[in-house]
């Protein structure tokens, strides 16, 4: 009897809303955008950025450049790629990643990975031979290349190549038995931690699933919260459109941050989860801003909104 009291007493507990998730402002730190203009940095269409070594790169579409800026103090080091087919040329560069010191892009266009080294220098290029999901790179220590790609015959999601271009692996079981791939899970993006996990996140499921090194899933949560759920019911023009793919496509992005946890980004901000998959907070910032693109940098988010009209850079403290 005494078991059956705690369980009612913890479930009325858990009902009551004390243990609500905190919310954090996030506040602009730097305006960086004005400074790369006061630098003459002039970006159009800004698709991606990372973070390495004290630079920051951002992947420009309409140009097909990748910009190299010093982050402190956002004067323009150099310029790689160009638009065209070439090995060192993009045609529609999606996702970006700095790594093990070389430049990997995900060129649609081309229809395949692109990778050069600091100086410039093609390493290599290959294509992809299935459907690729948009803006899916991720590389790890040695120069093994994740990409969101999903293997039809296998059912995964994720297949690994090799710097030669070469798969040498899938991973990510479909868990559906499904004979074609809705449209709901064909949009995704994946990250890696240090240990090898893969994260994929399902953007028009608001679904976050972690696997580890060997493909088996963890553990899967909902993107769920009041912040977000207030935008589902409208579109970008505050009509109500239930179920159409611009009201759901409201999470955007996801990152790692130094203390591995995982904050995504979504419509009026984003979710900030530890590494067992629990909410511990969610994030505003300023002006009702989502997070869409945006990276951790120490203790700081920079967030790139409207393509590069707007790049701020938020203070944020995890307390996780």
Excluded at 4 to 14: A, K
Excluded at 218 to 238: C, E, R, T, Y
Aim: glycine share 8%; proline share 2%.
């Amino acid at each position: 009897m005494k078991k059956y009291v705690l369980i009612l007493f913890v479930l009325l507990v858990l009902s009551s809303g004390l243990f609500a998730v905190d919310i954090t402002a996030l506040k602009t730190d730097t305006d960086y955008m004005e400074q790369l203009l006061a630098n003459e940095v002039f970006m159009r269409y800004v698709v991606d950025a990372d973070y390495s070594d004290g630079s920051l790169y951002f992947l420009e579409s309409k140009l097909s450049m990748v910009f190299r800026v010093d982050f402190k103090s956002a004067k323009l080091i150099r310029t790689y790629f160009r638009r065209g087919q070439g090995p060192r040329e993009l045609a529609q560069p999606v996702k970006l990643e700095v790594k093990n010191g070389k430049i990997f892009v995900l060129d649609r266009g081309f229809s395949g990975v692109k990778v050069v080294d600091l100086e410039g220098k093609p390493v290599n290029e290959f294509k992809l031979p299935g459907y690729t999901a948009t803006r899916n790179l991720a590389v790890n220590n040695k120069d093994e290349i994740f990409v969101g790609e999903y293997d039809s015959q296998g059912k995964t999601f994720v297949s690994v190549y090799n710097l030669k271009g070469e798969r040498i692996r899938t991973l990510a079981k479909n868990e559906a038995e499904e004979t074609a791939l809705p449209l709901n899970k064909r949009q995704y993006m994946i990250r890696l931690d240090a240990d090898g996990n893969v994260y994929i996140l399902f953007n028009l499921l608001r679904e976050l699933k972690k696997y580890n090194s060997k493909g088996n899933l963890v553990w899967k949560v909902n993107i769920s919260n009041d912040i977000l759920n207030s935008f589902l019911k409208k579109d970008f023009a505050g009509r109500k459109k239930d179920g159409t793919y611009r009201t759901k496509y409201c999470v955007f992005n996801f990152i790692l941050t130094a203390n591995n946890n995982i904050l995504v980004g979504h419509c009026g901000g984003g979710s900030l989860f530890d590494n067992n998959g629990s909410l511990k907070k969610l994030i505003t910032a300023d002006g009702n801003h989502s997070l869409d693109t945006f990276i951790h940098i120490d203790s700081k988010i920079l967030n790139v909104l409207a393509l590069g009209k707007l790049i701020n850079i938020y203070n944020l403290k995890e307390d996780v």
